[in-house]
């Protein structure tokens, strides 16, 4: 459920900031930790990219500025406490400095059991396939797909799907994650050669989820 919030009421520290999450809005990925001042939150709102306080320099800064690697925010939540920020983003490039994708990483604990989650992998790999179709590097699977056109890649889409049928047939869950991975690969592939972005599908799977929502409630 989402309710009003008035920025007034927010919890910040004692010297006027306030910690800041941000999120690839499309895929949930978690980019970073910065610190707002209500003078860089004003900034973030008015603009629509992202500006932080930093405790270091003891100034503002836009994200992005230097680099080019901006961040479009498209949404701002506050925790149940009104002490902590949450901005969902369009990521433009990488968002950490040290050019990362993420500034998370270094893994402290957990090892291989602590992957990521599919939004995070479905949109890392969404990304590495635009790159494919943007600069064709020779000798890849990907750009031999954007090179043969739609129709080989409608054609590899309905392949994938026959063998998930044919994998669930023998109940075979290896089998099973195998192919369906191979399909949303080429799944992938189609929506960037018919310029359908990841946030598109989202949108509409939350548009449904809402409709069965409001469908089922006591009338």
Same mark, same amino acid.
């Given at each position: 459920m989402?309710? #009003?919030?008035?920025? !007034?009421?927010?919890?910040?520290?004692?010297? @006027?900031?306030?910690?800041?999450?941000?999120q690839d809005a499309d895929t949930g =990925?978690?980019? *970073?930790? #910065? %610190?707002m001042n209500r003078e860089s939150l004003e900034k973030t709102v008015t603009s629509g990219e992202t500006w932080f306080w930093s405790r270091g320099r003891q100034m503002l800064w836009h994200k992005g500025e230097s680099s080019g690697n901006t961040q479009r925010v498209r949404s701002i939540l506050v925790d149940c406490d009104a002490d902590t920020l949450l901005v969902r983003v369009e990521q433009k490039g990488n968002a950490c400095h040290t050019g990362e994708r993420t500034c998370f990483f270094t893994t402290a604990f957990g090892g291989v059991e602590a992957s990521a989650s599919l939004a995070e992998v479905l949109g890392s790999l969404s990304r590495r396939i635009a790159e494919r179709k943007r600069d *064709?590097? =020779?000798?890849? %699977?990907?750009?031999?797909?954007? !090179?043969? @056109?739609?129709? !080989?890649?409608?054609?590899?889409? @309905? =392949?994938? #799907? @026959?063998e998930i049928i044919i994998a669930a047939k023998n109940h075979h869950k290896g089998e099973i994650a195998w192919e369906i991975a191979d399909l949303l690969y080429h799944l992938l592939v189609l929506m960037e050669q018919e310029e359908v972005p990841l946030n598109k599908i989202a949108e509409e799977l939350e548009r449904r989820a809402v409709k069965g929502a409001k469908k089922h409630e006591p009338r």
């Open positions: 989402t309710t #009003a919030f008035d920025v !007034r009421d927010l919890k910040l520290d004692e010297r @006027g900031i306030i910690p800041t999450v941000v =990925e978690v980019l *970073m930790l #910065a %610190y *064709m590097p =020779e000798g890849s %699977y990907t750009t031999k797909l954007f !090179r043969e @056109g739609t129709d !080989r890649i409608l054609k590899k889409v @309905g =392949e994938e #799907a @026959g």
